[in-house]
């Protein structure tokens, strides 16, 4: 057989696999609730992987595979977890709701947490987001620069809160 027949066969094997989900490079910080999700992602994937493994047509080999990769990246996360428990609130920390009022007046109330729990709709924002690095260390009456692409926006911190 010739080596170029080798080849196309290890290409056609590697399209099958699904891409590796990219780990974030900054600090696995997460809420207790944040971890209990991601320990509940990992049991949920396991499960699947164990519902599918039995069988054989493609489609199912596929989405093994996906499954798999899904299960290596929750595995890691769940790993590098570093639980961060606030308890004071005189400044903001990773698992703080926080209210700030912008400079046109809208208020607005959010808690800062994980990359994987994040949820802008659900008021849930990743602490390494430009918003959770303006607000990560304010305290009650402090004005910040959130740099956001639209523009600059200085807002002002009018509450921390642990719930």
């Known amino acids: 057989m010739s080596r170029a027949f080798v080849n196309e066969d290890n290409a056609a094997a590697q399209a099958d696999q699904p891409v590796e989900r990219q780990v974030s490079a900054q600090p696995n910080y997460v809420t207790p609730s944040g ?42 996360r769940v790993q590098s977890a570093q639980v961060i428990v ?8 990773i698992g703080h709701w926080v209210t700030f009022v912008d400079e ?22 990743n602490w390494g987001s430009p918003l959770g690095r303006a607000l990560l260390g304010a305290k009650t009456g402090d004005e910040v620069v959130w740099n956001r692409p639209i ?11 642990l719930d």
């Open 35 to 76: 971890f209990t999700q991601l320990q509940a992602r990992v049991a949920q994937l396991q499960v699947q992987h164990g519902q599918h493994s039995d069988k054989g047509d493609q489609a199912d080999k596929q989405r093994i595979a996906d499954i798999e990769r899904d299960l290596r990246y929750f595995k890691q």
């Open 104 to 125: 046109h007046d809208h208020q607005q109330r959010v808690q800062l947490v994980g990359e994987d729990q994040a949820d802008a709709a659900s008021g849930l924002i």
């Open 86 to 93: 606030p308890t004071s609130t005189d400044q903001v920390r």
């Open 151 to 161: 523009g600059d926006l200085t807002i002002e911190v009018i509450a921390i809160a």
